[in-house]
C-alpha cells in the first residue's frame, strides 16, 4: 500500500515579509524573546534565537543554503516566517479527548447525538487505540508526544517520589527523558500550534504555539508559549481554564456539567483564535472535561448516548461535539486524527497496597497520638480551602507540618506506597522481607512482593492484579523499586489504616486499556494502532525521517532515511508549595489523588 503524504498547499506570492509597527514580532522569530527549554531541547545554540546559517557578508550560503539576506526570489517562504496570504495552512489536525471511548462515543454518533463525530468518522474510519501500562492520564499522554513507552520517558504517574528530599512532588514537562514530537517538528521547520495537552507545563519553547494544559499551577503562570501570549489569551477569553470543573467531587451536578459545556466551547474558541493568527501546518487541540464526567457518572454516561440518560449529560456530550466540529473546521479537508489517552470501564473495586503490606510486616503506620491527629486536621483545613491563594496565607510551619502527614515513614516501615490511583508505586527502605506463613514465594524483596500482588483474588476468584514486577520494567531507572498495576476496574489508595486490603465498591467510573483513534481522510491502518504510534506516524505523514529510538512505528509506511535523535533538555523546576496546593486541587477536580 503506498504511503500517504501530506503536501503543502501553495504559497499565494506578492504578501510582503516585512511587518509594519502595527504587527507583533513573528513567533519564534528573531523579535520574540524564548525562555531556556523545560523538558525540550533548545532550537539553537542561544535558546532566545535561531541562528540562522550565512555567508561572510551575510548573504546566502552557496549551494543555496539560506542566508541572513534577502530570500532568494522564487524560494518559498520558510513556515512561520510571516503571514500567508490565503488558502489553506493546516496540513494535519490532531483532536485529543481525554478518556473517550467506542463504548460511548459509538452509540452516540450512531444515535445522532454528535453529528460532528460522525461525519469525521464518515470521511474514514475508527477503531480501538491501545493505552499504556499503565492506562493513566500522565504517562499515556506523554507517550503519544514522545513515541516511547513509559520506561524511556520516565513518567509513570501524576506524582513522584523525590529521594533526594524524601518527599512526593508532581511531575511536569522537565521530567521527560526524551524530546517531544514538537521538537521534532521545530527543528524540521514545521509551525505548530499545540492546545491544553498535559505534560507541558512549563511550555516548552516550539516554532509556532504552545498553550499548556493540565499539571499546569495557575493561570497567573507563565502557561503559554511564547510568553506574552498568555496575557492575550486571558484578554481575549477571560473564561479559559485550565481545568474548568474545580469543584467536581464537591459541586453540584449543575456546576459540573455547566462548567464542563463552558470548557468545551472556550477552548473551540481559543484554538480558532490561535490558528488563524499562527496558520500553523500542525495542530493538537486536546479536550479534557469529558474524563471527570465519566469518573463521576460513568453509568448515566453511557445511558445517555443510548437515548435513556438524563438531559444534563446529553446536552454535555453535544457540547464537546459541537466544540469538536469547530475546531475539525479548521482543517478544511485536510486529514484529522482524534484520539483518547485511554478507555473507560465501571468501578469494580479498591486496592489498599499499604494495608496489605502492614499485614506482610512491611510497613508501620505513624501513631495515632495527638500530633499525628494534628496532622490530619492540618491537611483537612488545606483541602478545604477555597482557592490555592487562600491555603498560601496560611503560616508556613502549619503547612509544613500538614505536608509531613503525606509520607508513611513510621518506624520499622520497609515497603510503602508512596502515589498512584491507576498504578501503585511502591518504595522500598531495606530490611527483611516479610515473615509470616502467607508471604510471597522466596527471592529478593522486590521480586516477592511483586508475587505477592499478583496472587490477589477477589470473593469471586478473580485476579485484581493485571501486572506488577520491578519499577525499572515500567517507568526506566527513576521510577519506584516496585510497580502494581490493578485489573481494569480496579484503583489504588494509599490510605494505611486497619481494613481489608480489598473493598468491592461499583461505583462511578475509571480507566481502561483500550480508547480510540478516528481517521478523516486516512487509510484504515494496517495493524492495531498503539499510543506511541502516533508520533511516527505524524513525521511519516509529513514526510519527515524518523528519529532514532522511538518504540512506536508509523501506521501508515515508514518514509525514507532516518534523522538524528533529538536530545531533550534537562531542566530541573521544582514547584512552590502553592503550585503544588493548585495542581492538587486540578486533579482532585478530576477525580484522582483518593
Not at 155 to 180: E, N
Not at 387 to 413: H, K, M, N
Request: aromatic content about 4%.
Amino acid at each position: 500500500m503506498p504511503r500517504p503524504r501530506l503536501q503543502r498547499p501553495a504559497r499565494q506570492p506578492g504578501r510582503s515579509r516585512r511587518r509594519g509597527p502595527g504587527h507583533p514580532a513573528r513567533p519564534g522569530g528573531r523579535g520574540a524573546r524564548r525562555a531556556v527549554p523545560h523538558g525540550e531541547p533548545a532550537l539553537g545554540p542561544d535558546p532566545r534565537r535561531v541562528p540562522r546559517p550565512h555567508g561572510p557578508h551575510g548573504g546566502p550560503l552557496p549551494g543555496g543554503g539560506r542566508g541572513g539576506g534577502r530570500r532568494r526570489a522564487g524560494r518559498p517562504r520558510r513556515p512561520g516566517c510571516g503571514p500567508r496570504a490565503g488558502g489553506v495552512t493546516v496540513r494535519l489536525l490532531l483532536i485529543g479527548i481525554d478518556g473517550a471511548t467506542a463504548e460511548v462515543l459509538g452509540p452516540a454518533m450512531d444515535g445522532g447525538l454528535m453529528p460532528h463525530l460522525s461525519a469525521l468518522r464518515a470521511r474514514g474510519w475508527m477503531t480501538g487505540l491501545q493505552s499504556t501500562l499503565p492506562a493513566a492520564t500522565a504517562p499515556a499522554w506523554a507517550t503519544f508526544m514522545t513515541g516511547v513507552t513509559p520506561r524511556r520517558h520516565g513518567i509513570l504517574d501524576f506524582l513522584r517520589y523525590d529521594r533526594s528530599t524524601g518527599r512526593v512532588r508532581f511531575v511536569h514537562a522537565g521530567d521527560l527523558q526524551v524530546a517531544t514530537l514538537w521538537a521534532y517538528l521545530s527543528r524540521a521547520d514545521v509551525v505548530v500550534g499545540v492546545v491544553n495537552l498535559p505534560l507541558t507545563y512549563p511550555p516548552p519553547p516550539v516554532r509556532g504555539f504552545l498553550v499548556a494544559g493540565l499539571l499546569t499551577p495557575s493561570l497567573d503562570t507563565v502557561f503559554t508559549h511564547p510568553a506574552s501570549l498568555a496575557r492575550e489569551v486571558l484578554a481575549r477569553f477571560p473564561r479559559y481554564r485550565i481545568v474548568a470543573a474545580e469543584q467536581q467531587t464537591g459541586g453540584s451536578r449543575e456546576r459540573l456539567l455547566a462548567e464542563a459545556g463552558e470548557e468545551f466551547a472556550v477552548r473551540a474558541a481559543a484554538a480558532e483564535w490561535l490558528v488563524a493568527r499562527y496558520r500553523p501546518d500542525v495542530v493538537m487541540v486536546q479536550f479534557q472535561s469529558l474524563d471527570p464526567l465519566q469518573h463521576r457518572f460513568w453509568p448515566e454516561v453511557c445511558a445517555a448516548t443510548a437515548g435513556a440518560g438524563a438531559r444534563d449529560l446529553t446536552g454535555a456530550l453535544r457540547a464537546l461535539d459541537e466544540a469538536v466540529g469547530r475546531v475539525a473546521a479548521l482543517a478544511d479537508g485536510a486529514p484529522v486524527l482524534v484520539l483518547s489517552d485511554h478507555g473507560f470501564t465501571g468501578k469494580v473495586g479498591t486496592l489498599y497496597p499499604n494495608r496489605l503490606l502492614g499485614q506482610w510486616g512491611l510497613l508501620r503506620p505513624r501513631g495515632r497520638g495527638p500530633f499525628a491527629r494534628l496532622r490530619s486536621a492540618l491537611r483537612r483545613a488545606i483541602r478545604a480551602c477555597p482557592s490555592p491563594d487562600a491555603a498560601a496565607a496560611l503560616p508556613e510551619v502549619i503547612r509544613a507540618r500538614s505536608r509531613r502527614a503525606g509520607v508513611l515513614s513510621g518506624r520499622g516501615t520497609v515497603a510503602r506506597h508512596l502515589h498512584g490511583d491507576l498504578v501503585a508505586a511502591i518504595y522500598l527502605s531495606g530490611g527483611a522481607g516479610p515473615g509470616s506463613a502467607a508471604d510471597p514465594p522466596a527471592g529478593s524483596l522486590a521480586d516477592r512482593l511483586a508475587a505477592g500482588f499478583v496472587a490477589l483474588t477477589d470473593r469471586e476468584g478473580r485476579r485484581v492484579v493485571q501486572a506488577a514486577g520491578p519499577g525499572e520494567a515500567f517507568a526506566g531507572p527513576l521510577g519506584p523499586e516496585v510497580v502494581v498495576v490493578p485489573e481494569a476496574g480496579w484503583v489504588c489508595s494509599r490510605r494505611a489504616d486497619a481494613g481489608p486490603p480489598l473493598v468491592p465498591l461499583a461505583q462511578g467510573g475509571t480507566h481502561a486499556a483500550t480508547g480510540i483513534l478516528l481517521g478523516a481522510g486516512l487509510p484504515l491502518p494496517p495493524s492495531p494502532p498503539r499510543l506511541q504510534d502516533l508520533t511516527p506516524t505524524v513525521l511519516g505523514l509529513l514526510g519527515l525521517p524518523l528519529p532514532d529510538g522511538l518504540d512506536g512505528v508509523p501506521l501508515f509506511g515508514a518514509p525514507e532515511g532516518a534523522a538524528a535523535s533529538v536530545a531533550a533538555g534537562r531542566v530541573e523546576r521544582v514547584m512552590s508549595p502553592e503550585e503544588e496546593q493548585a495542581v492538587a486541587a486540578q486533579l482532585r477536580a478530576l477525580g484522582y489523588l483518593q
